[in-house]
């Protein structure tokens, strides 16, 4: 017997409506917008990396990074940032090397508690001065895409969320042996993604447009 997911899923995943998922991954990846003629800016977060170094640079927050979150809508106020990149820099990193290398979330057997590296890294960002929930979780996606869900107010009002986001999507992944992160993977393939959008970013970009009312042309 299939297992009920711990989240509530976007209804183009429920209704098992491919073409209209993939019109929502086109929509919000490879359609630039009718008044700016740009791309959404969200639309270059998974593979921006503009100076070359995003790889090497895996287990430091760099100024890179505060500007890559920009992307996603959010910004780090000047003491943040200070904090980010002088005093709290060590720290941070010492955590990220503890959390290990990028992986996907759905291979994860354990439940991330709060003791989990990931999770007290997440309680180190929520401390620096004006870094909530939301920035942190970007700044983590930004340095483990595979590993980090990305939270907001609008995906997490989509997903039923808002209380606890990382677990609940966790156990969802991994549900019925890993079905849907699979679905995930292959509606990336479908809208011609590459493997720089991870699972998760199908799943985020999924909740965020249904939250923000797009209507799938398919």
Same mark, same amino acid.
């Given at each position: ?11 183009v ?5 491919? @073409?209209?998922?993939?019109d ?5 990846? $490879?359609? =630039?917008?009718?008044? $700016?003629?740009y791309? !959404? ?7 921006w990396d503009?100076?070359?170094?995003r790889?090497d640079?895996?287990?430091?927050i760099t100024a890179d990074d ?5 992307? #996603?809508?959010?910004? %780090?106020?000047?003491?943040g940032?200070?904090?980010?990149l &002088?005093?709290k !820099?060590?720290? #941070?990193?010492?955590?990220? *090397? ?5 992986r996907d979330?759905a ?10 590296p %990931? *999770?007290?890294?997440e @309680? @180190?960002?929520?401390?620096?001065h004006?870094?909530?929930?939301t $920035?942190?979780? =970007?700044?983590i996606?930004r ?6 869900p990305?939270y907001?107010?609008? %995906? &997490?009002?989509q997903l039923? $969320?808002?209380?606890?986001h990382?677990?609940?999507i966790r156990?969802? /992944? !991994?549900?019925?042996? &890993?079905e ?6 292959? /509606? !990336? ?19 965020w447009m249904?939250? =923000?009312?797009?209507?799938? *042309?398919?």
């Amino acid at each position: 017997m299939a297992e009920s997911p711990p989240i509530r899923l976007p209804r183009v995943l429920r209704e098992g409506d491919d @073409a209209a998922a993939v019109d929502v991954l086109q929509e919000y990846f $490879t359609r =630039k917008l009718v008044k $700016t003629g740009y791309l !959404r800016t969200g639309a270059l977060w998974d593979a921006w990396d503009p100076s070359g170094r995003r790889h090497d640079d895996r287990d430091v927050i760099t100024a890179d990074d505060l500007v890559a979150v920009t992307l #996603l809508s959010v910004e %780090v106020p000047a003491q943040g940032a200070l904090f980010l990149l &002088g005093d709290k !820099r060590a720290e #941070l990193a010492a955590l990220l *090397r503890e959390v290990g290398d990028d992986r996907d979330l759905a291979g994860e057997a354990e439940p991330l508690t709060e003791d989990s590296p %990931v *999770r007290r890294l997440e @309680a @180190a960002l929520t401390e620096i001065h004006g870094i909530g929930r939301t $920035t942190a979780s =970007k700044l983590i996606a930004r340095k483990r895409p595979r590993l980090y869900p990305i939270y907001d107010r609008t %995906v &997490g009002l989509q997903l039923g $969320t808002a209380v606890a986001h990382v677990e609940p999507i966790r156990v969802a /992944l !991994r549900a019925n042996d &890993g079905e849907l992160h699979r679905r995930l993977i292959d /509606l !990336r393939e479908q809208a011609g993604l590459d493997d720089s959008v991870p699972a998760l970013r199908i799943l985020h970009v999924l909740a965020w447009m249904q939250g =923000k009312k797009y209507v799938p *042309r398919s």
